[in-house]
Each structure stands twice: as C-alpha cells, then as structure tokens.
T-cell receptor, first 112, second 115 residues
Framework: AQSVSQHNHHVILSEAASLELGCNYS??????LFWYVQYPGQHLQLLLK??????LVKGIKGFEAEFIKSKFSFNLRKPSVQWSDTAEYFC??????????FGKGTTLSVSS | NAGVTQTPKFQVLKTGQSMTLQCAQD?????MYWYRQDPGMGLRLIYY???????DKGEVPNGYNVSRLNKREFSLRLESAAPSQTSVYFC??????????????FGAGSRLTVL
C-alpha cells in the first residue's frame, strides 16, 4: 500500500536553530507533494506544495522543501526557526486519481 | 468568506448513539473530504466525494456513511457510535474535480467523544 513516512515524531529546537523535517513516500511515478501546518488550536493550512518543475519549492513564512525523486523524499527546511513556528507539521502525497494521504505528523516545539 | 464550515464543534455521545457531522463550503469547490485525526496517527481519510453525486471510501470507512447532499454540503454519519470513533474530524474541500494536484482547504474540526 502507498504510504507516507515522517521520521521525526517530536522535534525540540531553540529559536534561531535550523530545521529539517523528513518525509518519504512509497509511491512510484509522478506524485504531488504537500506540507501542511497545524498551529495550536487551529485547523490545517497549506505551507507549500510541489506539482512539477523546480524541485526546490518555497512556501510561506520562510519554509522551503526539496523534492528528491531518487530518494522518494520531500524534506521541509527552515534556516532559522521562531517561537511562532511551534506547530504540528504534516507531509502529504497523492497521484492523479488518488486521494491525498498524510503522514503521521511531526510536532515542532520551539523555545524562546 | 467563511471557507469550510463544520458543525458541531464538540459532541459527546454514548456508545450506540447516532449522529451526523455537517460540512458546508462556500468556495464552489468540486471535491470534498472527511478525515479523522488521532494522536500519533496523523490524518486518515474516511470518505471523499470527487464531484457532486459521487462518494468513495478512503482508508478507514468502517462505521461511517456519507452523503453529498449538493455541491456545497458533505455530511458524515455515525450510525452506531463506538469508543474507537473518538477523534477529531476534519472536513476539507478542493477546487478541482476528481483527485490529483488539489490543494485542500480544511474546516476547523469537530471533536467527538464516544463514552
């Protein structure tokens, strides 16, 4: 079965530290890739997406992600995190004709 | 612009009771979805409707039924609630019909507790 794996369940960082959250998927062929974020008490919001083209994608709030097809990965990065980045982050993947499947999520806690 | 609206926000049920979660979107989106979110499990797709008049099962459909009442509304029904259905339920919609490169817009969630 197709699956999405997020390697880190809980990441704890200090402000200004760099962030990288891993995401791997098991699909073959062309994929659509997403990162969603859920801030405390809020609903999920789109952080960034990749459909085609430049594999380095820039999203909101200084986040970026790189699609590496050979590694089936779509890791999320941010050079310098802020306290306001504390949230749960979800990687999601689908292909044409299939519904979006989410990873189990990574909780990011940033201390000021 | 309200986006995706879910009701109720909170509900407590006893085992065996039934209830319906309502979802409506005002963005003229074609596709609608129901997910459940459980700690450590992420979001799992229950049912989806790729277009008005169609519904399909997702990863975890057992114990649920859905109705795509019209283009705006997509309801989720629990016929006989079980404690395992205690969860936060999210409705979402996307502009594109069918499934594919769709960006989902989520509602605020409905927290359901089954005793």
């Amino acid at each position: 079965a197709q699956s999405v794996s997020q390697h880190n369940h809980h990441v704890i960082l200090s402000e200004a530290a760099s962030l990288e959250l891993g995401c791997n998927y098991s699909y073959g062929g062309t994929v659509n890739l997403f990162w969603y974020v859920q801030y405390p008490g809020q609903h999920l919001q789109l952080l960034l997406k990749y459909f085609s083209g430049d594999p380095l994608v820039k999203g909101i709030k200084g986040f970026e992600a790189e699609f590496i097809k050979s590694k089936f990965s779509f890791n999320l990065r941010k050079p310098s995190v802020q306290w306001s980045d504390t949230a749960e982050y979800f990687c999601a993947v689908n292909q044409a004709g299939t519904a979006l499947i989410f990873g189990k999520g990574t909780t990011l806690s940033v201390s000021s | 612009n309200a986006g995706v609206t879910q009701t109720p926000k909170f509900q407590v049920l006893k085992t065996g009771q039934s209830m319906t979660l309502q979802c409506a979107q005002d963005m003229n989106h074609n596709s609608m979805y129901w997910y459940r979110q459980d700690p450590g499990m992420g979001l799992r797709l229950i049912y989806y409707s790729a277009s008005e008049g169609t519904t399909d099962k997702g990863e975890v459909p057992n114990g649920y039924n859905v109705s795509r009442l019209n283009k705006r509304e997509f309801s989720l029904r629990l016929e006989s609630a079980a404690p395992s259905q205690t969860s936060v339920y999210f409705c979402a919609s996307s502009e594109a019909g069918g499934l594919g490169a769709n960006v989902l817009t989520f509602g605020a969630g409905s927290r359901l507790t089954v005793l």
